[in-house]
């Protein structure tokens, strides 16, 4: 697929938080309990991980109530989890660097004291500090027993996908176990679905580096005693591009859900769209969105109708952005995906040089899909590297 000129148009950007350094990814969950998704940050330079309350749409464009839950230095992510299952979210954060840990930090039951920093108690999970450079987290139930599981993935040398059991008692973090599923060059996406239809979640991951790197999914052998056999490699694709973040969507409308991936290659970018043929999850084809030459480096895709035209859009967000470039944009096709032209729509105009993970959610109430970002490199007035930090963008489409 070609793309065709871009289409003018920034949207105004509101700041959520910038008091530190790195923001890097965000991540959503309802903490509080009000129906609406709140956010959780790590950031990277700044070495602390905060949570932010959604304010409500009349306050939305403000500030958002923030605190933080802890002190974690090469934050990679964040997730929200209810970790112990007494009622109160809980946060994980995955650490690289010289960190090399995980970390669990539990929150308060009190709802009131959500904001109170001093109400949350940080604790390392397992037996894995210092093993490997920990890059993201998958809240999920593995093998049918006891509390939530997490499935990690990391980078570098002895990189791995792994899972971590949850012992019978959450609150002795030290008996969180580690089992290695398979080898890992560099993880970017871990994402939960039934790929196979046979009642399990198995794990759907990009790998940007290595003997594995590309686009696979990894088969759940199953509850119980069937986690000692191996989970099995399903590749979907990509193996010959250095594939970023991806999200699953049905973006043609045909009742299968499909993979959508950022990748590059050393002088071409894309957006890959591999459409899924059947429900095996055995069967794919590939598609490529080509990127105007004025945006950065893409690194993570969001699917959603942009433009409330019915229709699937991709937006996605740049490293690299320097020089002119953008680092957030938008492509939408005329009448099919398949369409030898997509259009590129600018949404971050020239602010911005490293972005990363995204949400598309309607922050301000007004019926129509606005991006949930952060960005960790745009130089402060000092010329010094800080980020633009937790931001939102308004849609401005009507």
Request: proline fraction near 5%.
């Amino acid at each position: 697929m070609q793309s065709i000129a871009m289409s003018d148009g920034m949207w105004k950007r509101h700041t959520i938080d910038d008091a530190s350094r790195g923001a890097d990814g965000v991540r959503v969950a309802d903490i509080n309990g009000d129906g609406r998704l709140d956010v959780v940050t790590g950031w990277e330079e700044g070495g602390i991980t905060r949570i932010y309350l959604y304010p409500g749409p009349e306050k939305v464009r403000d500030r958002w109530p923030a605190v933080t839950v802890g002190l974690t230095p090469s934050v990679e992510d964040a997730v929200f989890v209810d970790l112990d299952q007494d009622g109160a979210l809980d946060v994980v954060t995955c650490c690289e660097g010289d960190t090399k840990s995980v970390f669990v930090h539990w929150g308060p039951v009190e709802g009131r004291r959500l904001l109170d920093s001093t109400a949350w108690r940080q604790e390392p999970l397992g037996k894995v500090q210092g093993s490997m450079q920990f890059m993201f987290c998958l809240p999920m139930q593995v093998d049918g027993q006891r509390g939530i599981d997490l499935v990690i993935g990391a980078k570098g040398q002895g990189a791995q996908i792994g899972w971590m059991k949850s012992p019978e008692n959450p609150r002795k973090t030290e008996n969180f176990s580690w089992h290695s599923i398979c080898q890992a060059g560099w993880i970017m996406s871990l994402i939960a679905a039934d790929m196979d239809g046979d009642g399990d979640e198995d794990i759907v991951t990009t790998d940007r580096k290595g003997d594995l790197r590309g686009c696979r999914w990894l088969e759940n052998p199953g509850p119980g005693p069937s986690q000692s056999q191996p989970w099995k490699n399903h590749c979907i694709g990509g193996q010959d591009w250095e594939v970023m973040f991806m999200r699953l969507a049905d973006l043609d409308g045909d009742g299968y859900t499909d993979a959508v991936v950022a990748a590059r290659t050393a002088n071409t970018q894309r957006i890959l769209w591999f459409r899924r043929l059947d429900k095996t999850g055995l069967r794919w084809t590939l598609q490529e969105v080509v990127l105007p030459s004025h945006a950065g480096n893409a690194k993570a895709p969001a699917v959603g109708d942009i433009d409330g035209d019915g229709k699937m859009d991709v937006v996605f967000s740049c490293e690299g952005a320097e020089d002119d470039h953008r680092g957030v944009l938008w492509m939408s096709y005329k009448d099919k995906p398949t369409e030898t032209q997509w259009t590129a729509h600018d949404i971050s105009g020239p602010e911005g040089i490293k972005f990363d993970r995204m949400e598309l959610l309607d922050l301000d109430g007004d019926g129509d899909l606005d991006v949930l970002a952060c960005e960790e490199s745009e130089p402060d007035s000092n010329g010094k590297r800080k980020g633009l930090g937790v931001f939102w963008y308004e849609n401005p489409l009507p």
